[in-house]
């Protein structure tokens, strides 16, 4: 009979999710179901705990006291050093500013069109209506890339996709791209959507994949990229899929 292969699923919910995944993790380890487990997919603070998980070199206790580290510090303390340590807080106060401008002068110009369509034939007002797509702007720093910077230099220490352990599980960090409406995945084998097609590129970061499944609207923008798949530039907005 063959050996059975497990598929693990780890939800969201923040640093509780981290804590409970902990201990569900460290069960199925004393039961020996762990070794079984050939694919995880991770979602939110799923992905934090997957991530921690498949990079993991050494033993179980290892991984244990990892988490152990990151949940006795939290991330709210590391987010605000990285703000008065380095240029993202400038960085995401300038963005927040530029787009406040933007969004703003986009709306009037979009109510003024409105307003002058009444003025013109029926048949013409269509022309003087403005549809509302969103800043041209990429919002290119945000409470979310702080976030980015403290998973890529505090907690994954620069690991990508392509560092995690082979004999670990295929770890599948899931995450939604608001402007189309799709899935969006990252994993050692390849990453995209159904929609856009596979990254041209795979050389992932950990800190990049987490932080995108991490992202929660309001209080954590949606990470605003453009990727380069086959043969073509898209812009993406990842969030946390749910």
Not at 121 to 140: D, M, S, Y
Not at 221 to 228: F, I, R, S, V
């Amino acid at each position: 009979m063959s050996t059975p292969k497990i598929g693990l699923a780890l939800s969201g919910g923040g640093s509780r999710a981290i804590a409970f995944h902990l201990g569900c993790l460290r069960a199925l380890h004393e039961l020996g179901v762990m070794d079984k487990v050939k694919v995880m997919s991770t979602v939110s603070g799923g992905s934090v705990i997957g991530a921690l998980y498949a990079e993991n070199q050494g033993s179980f206790s290892d991984f244990e006291t990892s988490v152990h580290d990151i949940l006795s510090r939290g991330l709210v303390r590391p987010s605000i050093n990285k703000i008065l340590t380095t240029t993202e807080g400038l960085r995401a106060t300038f963005c927040w500013a530029l787009l406040s401008i933007v969004n703003t002068f986009t709306f009037l110009v979009a109510r003024l069109a409105w307003v002058i369509s009444f003025l013109m034939p029926p048949t013409r007002r269509n022309e003087w209506r403005v549809t509302l797509a969103g800043a041209p702007i990429r919002r290119f720093a945000s409470r979310t890339t702080i976030l980015r910077r403290v998973f890529d230099e505090d907690v994954f220490k620069g690991k990508r996709f392509s560092d995690l352990c082979s004999n670990a599980p295929l770890l599948i960090v899931n995450a939604a791209d608001l402007r189309t409406g799709s899935a969006f995945y990252y994993s050692a084998n390849s990453s995209g959507s159904w929609r856009l097609g596979k990254l041209a590129s795979n050389d992932v970061s950990l800190a990049q994949a987490v932080t995108a499944s991490a992202a929660y609207p309001i209080f954590l923008p949606a990470l605003d990229e453009k990727l380069a798949f086959d043969k073509k530039m898209v812009r993406v907005e990842l969030k946390e899929c749910r």
